[in-house]
């Protein structure tokens, strides 16, 4: 999944940051209680401005991820 992730972030060329919150740790924890990450995997695509943009249970095709991840970079 961490290799998936870091492909994705080298695409966006720095302009969205990746977040993997292992729910087991405190902060991780944290994370998922602030943004109701129940159940697990969820993938939650924040705007600039932090607000939810996406939000998808289970395991995505990264076709729809990047999908997701362009509208939203595209939103400025």
Do not use: C, W
Not at 1 to 8: G, K, Q, R
Not at 19 to 28: C, K, Q, R, S
């Amino acid at each position: 999944m961490e290799s998936a992730v870091l492909a994705l972030e080298n695409k966006s060329h720095g302009q969205i940051e990746f977040v993997i919150a292992d729910v087991n740790t405190p902060e991780g924890s944290d994370l998922a209680r602030q943004y109701d990450v129940y159940p697990i995997p969820r993938f939650i695509i924040l705007d600039a401005k932090g607000n939810i943009a996406y939000s998808e249970i289970g395991p995505q095709p990264r076709e729809k991820l990047d999908s997701y991840i362009a509208e939203v970079i595209n939103r400025k």
